[in-house]
């Protein structure tokens, strides 16, 4: 898929901390419960870490009780890609941004009484959070 925002390797490993870089672009995960988003209550945008794209409304928050921040829709279908992900031996599906390719967490349509019956479980590294003007 060609991206809107293009960057080769090396400029992001300039842009992006280690353990950012780690999530973002190596689909690593952080560990549950230790990211900054998690319990994050205020209302605003959430944005991808590395270009900036909104991804998340904070009104689709939600409290699943898996460790990371989770969101039972993206701001517009279109703000994220959806990709078969077979990596672990099992079939999950990865959340991409749309706008440049970092990996997000994945969704899961395991229901939760949300609306959509989705859940978009998101490493709270790949978010960066603005709240809403009061």
């Known amino acids: ?43 605003g945008v959430y944005t991808c870490a590395a270009c900036n794209a909104e991804l998340f409304k904070s009104g689709t928050k939600f409290d699943s009780g898996c460790g990371w921040p989770s969101f039972y829709e993206s701001v517009r279908p279109e703000a994220v890609q959806l990709i078969e992900d077979t990596s672990l031996g099992m079939v999950r599906t990865e959340v991409r941004c749309a706008a440049c390719g970092s990996h997000l967490g994945h969704v899961f349509d395991d229901g939760f009484g949300t609306p959509t019956g989705d859940r978009y479980c998101m490493n709270s590294i790949a978010l960066d959070f603005s709240p809403a003007a009061e």
């Open 1 to 43: 898929m060609e991206y809107q925002v293009q960057k080769t390797d090396e400029q992001w490993r300039e842009e992006l901390s280690p353990e950012e870089y780690e999530v973002l672009r190596g689909a690593a995960t952080e560990r549950p419960w230790t990211g900054e988003l998690l319990d994050e209550e205020r209302g």
